[in-house]
């Protein structure tokens, strides 16, 4: 178990899958989704590792075994403090080129960061169904009790209520899913309103981000609207157009799919097209 502090001091822990020969080609920095954590993704790792990549799967704050409140988030801007000296712990293995992939929750955190750290380069960054929108919104009821406590009871625990059956058209990965303790389906009001928050500030400023950039979109999502953030990929035409995978057959945890593989190789022709000059700056 490898572990780090947080710019607040918030213990962070993250596995490391490292190539046994040899420098790794680039270092990829995963995260996962909400209400998961990095253990159920320990087969993308070891693929990634196989591949001659070094992979690293952070448990984001307030999941797995990482520290902060299970469930909520204070600031959705201390996600990408975390993800800044994730980094900075990750370059002390390796000098590697850095790239990102963040799958759900993840994606969005990824893309917020891409909007807010130019300064800082990467090798390049993908996106696996993004949460940029719920597929279906949320009853009434919660979306009342989340405006009322946002302020009055911001960490109200309130079950997120994730169908697990639509996560994967693997039932095996379901079943381990709603099985998995580390797995909490919580949302408080006050991370309800600060994910809402970061959705509208990453949809209104796509135009900020220059980095290689692939989507990855599951044509049938029934967790998040992949068809929302197929119209915000299609919309950014910066320097650097981002590329789009549609996979219309398959649900939410693509990596996780029956044809996973597909998936992943995908990935890995994305990255092996992509410059190699783009190094990470000393910090």
Not at 14 to 39: I, N, T
Not at 47 to 54: H, S
Not at 196 to 216: K, N
Request: charged letters at 25%.
């Amino acid at each position: 178990m490898n572990r780090f502090h947080a710019p607040d001091g918030t213990s962070l822990v993250f596995d490391a899958y490292e190539p046994a020969r040899g420098e790794a080609k680039a270092a990829v920095l995963f995260f996962h989704g909400w209400s998961d954590h990095a253990g159920r993704w320990a087969a993308t790792g070891q693929r990634l590792q196989a591949a001659g990549l070094g992979a690293y799967l952070l448990d984001l704050r307030g999941h797995g075994r990482s520290g902060g409140t299970r469930g909520h988030l204070t600031r959705f801007s201390q996600l990408l403090g975390d993800l800044q000296a994730f980094r900075r712990a990750v370059r002390q293995r390796t000098p590697a080129p850095q790239v990102l992939l963040g799958h759900s929750f993840g994606g969005l955190v990824v893309l917020r960061y891409l909007e807010t750290q130019p300064g800082d380069p990467l090798a390049a960054a993908v996106v696996s169904n993004p949460w940029l929108g719920l597929a279906h919104p949320p009853p009434a009821w919660k979306r009342f009790a989340a405006r009322v406590f946002a302020d009055l009871w911001p960490t109200l625990r309130i079950r997120a209520g994730i169908d697990v059956d639509h996560l994967c058209r693997d039932q095996n990965v379901n079943e381990a899913w709603a099985a998995d303790p580390a797995c909490h389906d919580l949302m408080t009001p006050g991370a309800w309103a600060e994910i809402r928050w970061a959705q509208r500030a990453v949809t209104d400023e796509g135009y900020r981000i220059d980095c290689p950039l692939l989507f990855l979109l599951a044509g049938e999502d029934r967790v998040v609207d992949a068809h929302r953030t197929r119209a915000f990929a299609d919309g950014l035409k910066g320097a650097t157009p981002p590329q789009v995978h549609w996979y219309p057959e398959m649900y939410h945890e693509m990596l996780n799919d029956p044809q996973g593989e597909r998936v992943l190789r995908d990935v890995l022709d994305f990255l092996a097209s992509r410059p190699s000059d783009r190094a990470p700056r000393d910090e």
